[in-house]
């Protein structure tokens, strides 16, 4: 991996030569006169990807680093920059997307100044929620500091990492940086998991709990494999980000609420719960008693150390969830006869009605999805519909959010098709969006009309937070008292997305749907489906 010039380079030619020794040839950003000097003679080999706002900057890179299962680059302008970022730096540390944020910084010479610009606590700012912050003591170590951050990125639990460079760094002389091989996964305790094997091997009715960490470490088909030797009943774990089994098997038994009474009583009758890749378990209201029934033992296994730590009951093994399978699929030996788990229960059908209901139009999408389409889903209110009429088939076929933030959807798709056309991946990328949610970073629309990727996206007009309407008789709000603002009437997407380049059309009558989704994910770039639901 090392390269060797007979000058001393700048910091800029060291800078580029780590980006390149990793196989970084793309630099998500919004530009501020402080990361001029950083893209002066910017290599005409890579590619600098515009984001209108820094949550679509961000946004677009994660999905970029999701899909490419490499640290994405990012630069942003200065303080301005990282704080319209931050809501994006937030869900990229909770999805464990691995991001090198850098940003601008005022020239190290009027620094005491106080100068126009100036991020006084430039590191301070996006923690806590980066894996690291630095900004180099000297201009020469800047290079350095790229491949720690790189490293850093990388390794298990990944996540973004900061770094701030002073304007007048890149012309300064230092020294090639030789980048090395350092691990990424962390392997499990032996002792732990021939504990967890022996009594995965005796137990009556185990059941799974597959969170993201299984489809980000590309650990499925193990899992379908362990699965199927103990014939496990597998349940997605709550507000999972990433699919981490095909939800049409028969082992796949549904989701899991984030409400503890509620998991506490899907999962009774199982003796042993496993859960993998994911915290066992995410809560969004409050809840009282066991978090697991109470004649069941819990494991879990997960890549993050704090999450192991907080995990309130049971046994959990810090590991890489793919060399975690690896060494527990060869010891599996289930010692009693396992009848399979009941098969689920089909949703009813739904009826073309106008105005259309959501489960209407999911249901349609699904019979127009193509075979390796990716869903990326943003609708809040849509969600529990989808994951009825919507079965994803795995790893690379299904993204949200693991924060709770909206604005993340948009750019991420783009990201995601991005990261898909550089692996040549087959597909069309669906961003499946709620009105709401959309607003937050509408501006990925320009960036997808820039680079002409195919993406459809569906705007699910509901002119409303219908999410929030829904939850407010959990703060016991009456049945007639809708909370104060939720209602968005009037947004015209269609306009909306032409005015940023990409085309657009709106359905509201159920009898022309099919036709309008068919031609949506037929078209040559992105588009924009705006479907009118009750
Ligand atoms: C950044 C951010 N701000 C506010 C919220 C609170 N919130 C949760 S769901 C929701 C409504 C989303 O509306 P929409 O996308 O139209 O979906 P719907 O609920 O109507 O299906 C809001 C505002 C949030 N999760 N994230
Ligand atoms: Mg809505």
Same mark, same amino acid.
């Given at each position: 991996?090392?390269?060797?010039?007979?000058?001393?380079?700048?910091?800029?030619?060291?800078?580029?030569?780590?980006?390149?020794?990793?196989?970084?040839?793309?630099?998500?950003?919004?530009?501020?006169?402080?990361?001029?000097?950083?893209?002066?003679?910017?290599?005409?080999?890579?590619?600098?990807?515009?984001?209108?706002?820094?949550?679509?900057?961000?946004?677009?890179?994660?999905?970029? !680093?999701?899909?490419?299962? +490499? @640290? $994405?680059? #990012?630069? =942003?302008?200065? /303080?301005?920059?990282?704080?319209? %970022? *931050?809501?994006?730096?937030?869900?990229?540390?909770?999805?464990?997307?691995?991001?090198?944020?850098?940003?601008?910084?005022?020239?190290?010479?009027?620094?005491?100044?106080?100068?126009?610009?100036?991020?006084?606590?430039?590191?301070?700012?996006?923690?806590?929620?980066?894996?690291? !912050?630095?900004?180099?003591? +000297? @201009? $020469?170590? #800047?290079? =350095?500091?790229? /491949?720690?951050?790189?490293?850093? %990125? *990388?390794?298990?639990?990944?996540?973004?990492?900061?770094?701030?460079?002073?304007?007048?760094?890149?012309?300064?002389?230092?020294?090639?940086?030789?980048?090395?091989?350092?691990?990424?996964?962390?392997?499990?305790?032996?002792?732990?998991?021939?504990?967890?094997?022996?009594?995965?091997?005796?137990?009556?009715?185990? @059941?799974?709990?597959?969170?993201?960490?299984? /489809?980000?470490?590309?650990?499925?088909?193990?899992?379908?494999?362990?699965?199927?030797?103990?014939?496990?009943?597998?349940?997605?774990?709550?507000?999972?980000?990433?699919?981490?089994?095909?939800?049409?098997?028969?082992?796949?038994?549904?989701?899991?609420?984030?409400?503890?009474?509620?998991?506490?009583?899907?999962?009774?009758?199982?003796?042993?719960?496993?859960?993998?890749?994911?915290?066992?378990?995410?809560?969004?209201?409050?809840?009282?008693?066991?978090?697991?029934?109470?004649?069941?033992?819990?494991?879990?296994?997960?890549?993050?150390?704090?999450?192991?730590?907080?995990?309130?009951?049971?046994?959990?093994?810090?590991?890489?969830?793919?060399?975690?399978?690896?060494?527990?699929?060869?010891?599996?030996?289930?010692?009693?006869?396992?009848?399979?788990?009941?098969?689920?229960?089909?949703?009813?059908?739904?009826?073309?009605?106008?105005?259309?209901?959501?489960?209407?139009?999911?249901?349609?999408?699904?019979?127009?999805?193509?075979?390796?389409?990716?869903?990326?889903?943003?609708?809040?209110?849509?969600?529990?519909?989808?994951?009825?009429?919507?079965?994803?088939?795995?790893?690379?076929?299904?993204?949200?959010?693991?924060?709770?933030?909206?604005?993340?959807?948009?750019?991420?798709?783009?990201?995601?098709?991005?990261?898909?056309?550089?692996?040549?991946?087959?597909?069309?990328?669906?961003?499946?969006?709620?009105?709401?949610?959309?607003?937050?970073?509408?501006?990925?629309?320009?960036?997808?009309?820039?680079?002409?990727?195919?993406?459809?996206?569906?705007?699910?007009?509901?002119?409303?937070?219908?999410?929030?309407?829904?939850?407010?008789?959990?703060?016991?709000?009456?049945?007639?008292?809708?909370?104060?603002?939720?209602?968005?009437?009037?947004?015209?997407?269609?306009?909306?997305?032409?005015?940023?380049?990409?085309?657009?059309?709106?359905?509201?009558?159920?009898?022309?749907?099919?036709?309008?989704?068919?031609?949506?994910?037929?078209?040559?770039?992105?588009?924009?489906?705006?479907?009118?639901?009750?």
């Amino acid at each position: 991996m090392t390269n060797q010039s007979h000058h001393r380079p700048t910091v800029r030619e060291a800078f580029i030569r780590v980006m390149r020794d990793f196989g970084i040839d793309t630099v998500f950003g919004n530009p501020g006169s402080t990361e001029l000097p950083m893209f002066r003679g910017f290599p005409h080999d890579m590619r600098y990807v515009l984001g209108l706002q820094e949550s679509v900057v961000v946004g677009m890179a994660d999905g970029y !680093a999701q899909a490419t299962g +490499r @640290a $994405a680059l #990012v630069n =942003l302008h200065s /303080a301005v920059g990282v704080g319209h %970022a *931050m809501g994006n730096i937030f869900t990229a540390f909770k999805n464990q997307t691995p991001l090198i944020i850098t940003a601008g910084q005022q020239s190290r010479s009027i620094i005491p100044f106080d100068p126009y610009l100036f991020s006084s606590q430039s590191i301070d700012l996006p923690k806590p929620y980066v894996k690291r !912050a630095c900004e180099p003591a +000297r @201009a $020469a170590d #800047v290079p =350095l500091a790229l /491949a720690r951050a790189y490293y850093i %990125a *990388m390794q298990a639990p990944r996540g973004p990492v900061f770094l701030s460079i002073p304007a007048d760094d890149w012309e300064i002389d230092t020294d090639w940086v030789t980048t090395r091989s350092v691990s990424q996964s962390i392997g499990p305790d032996p002792t732990l998991l021939a504990k967890l094997s022996a009594d995965l091997n005796k137990a009556k009715r185990p @059941a799974i709990v597959t969170g993201a960490g299984v /489809a980000r470490d590309g650990a499925v088909s193990r899992l379908i494999k362990l699965a199927e030797l103990h014939q496990t009943a597998v349940y997605a774990a709550p507000m999972s980000a990433r699919c981490g089994f095909p939800e049409r098997h028969p082992l796949f038994m549904g989701f899991l609420p984030p409400m503890r009474e509620k998991i506490v009583s899907l999962l009774n009758g199982h003796d042993l719960i496993l859960v993998l890749g994911a915290p066992a378990f995410t809560y969004h209201i409050e809840g009282n008693g066991p978090h697991i029934p109470p004649e069941a033992s819990c494991w879990q296994i997960v890549d993050d150390a704090n999450t192991a730590a907080w995990t309130p009951t049971g046994n959990s093994i810090i590991s890489s969830i793919d060399l975690a399978l690896d060494a527990l699929v060869p010891t599996s030996a289930p010692s009693a006869h396992r009848p399979s788990p009941p098969s689920r229960a089909t949703p009813p059908e739904p009826t073309p009605s106008s105005p259309m209901s959501a489960s209407f139009v999911v249901q349609q999408l699904d019979q127009a999805r193509g075979e390796y389409d990716v869903v990326v889903e943003e609708a809040p209110g849509t969600r529990a519909t989808m994951q009825q009429y919507l079965p994803m088939n795995g790893e690379d076929r299904f993204y949200t959010m693991a924060s709770g933030g909206l604005g993340w959807g948009m750019p991420a798709a783009i990201g995601i098709a991005l990261g898909r056309q550089k692996l040549g991946l087959p597909g069309r990328v669906i961003g499946l969006i709620g009105d709401g949610s959309s607003m937050y970073s509408i501006q990925a629309l320009y960036s997808a009309a820039e680079l002409g990727l195919p993406i459809t996206f569906i705007i699910m007009n509901n002119r409303r937070y219908a999410a929030l309407q829904e939850f407010a008789p959990v703060f016991k709000y009456q049945a007639h008292e809708k909370p104060v603002g939720t209602d968005l009437p009037g947004i015209d997407f269609v306009r909306l997305s032409e005015a940023q380049g990409v085309k657009a059309s709106r359905v509201e009558d159920p009898q022309q749907l099919q036709s309008a989704l068919q031609a949506a994910l037929q078209v040559e770039g992105p588009c924009l489906l705006e479907v009118v639901i009750a």
